[in-house]
């Protein structure tokens, strides 16, 4: 099971962590990461981040948002900088781990102009 929070308000060029806590384990999860959904559009990967730290990013939030994690905390982070409007979506963390997908629950980011 997977817990996201650290969403909320802010104003353009401003700063969050989303923060992704597991309720087991994390070490042997292969691969997890951030999903963003923005309204009535499909659910779309913004980064990722495999058991050996290696990193991928969507183009558009490339060198703006850092993905990490943390085992022994069993916690995942996304810090996102220099937030924009576009960044507005529901974020979800994910997880996958010998053939399961984990989704924890969504956290909204608001950035305003």
């Known amino acids: 099971q997977l817990q996201a929070c650290g969403g909320g308000w802010v104003q353009a060029g401003e700063c969050l962590r989303l923060s992704c806590t597991a309720s087991e384990s994390m070490s042997s999860f292969n691969w997890m990461g951030w999903y963003r959904q923005f309204p009535e559009k499909q659910r779309e990967p913004v980064a990722l981040i495999s058991n050996l730290d290696s990193t991928n990013y969507v183009d558009s939030v490339e060198g703006q948002f850092y993905i990490s994690r943390d085992n022994s905390k069993n916690t995942m982070y996304l810090q996102m900088n220099s937030l924009k409007p576009e960044d507005t979506a529901v974020y979800y963390c994910?997880?996958?781990?010998?053939?399961?997908?984990?989704w924890g629950q969504g956290t909204q980011v608001t950035v305003s102009s």
């Open positions: 994910h997880a996958f781990n010998a053939g399961q997908n984990y």
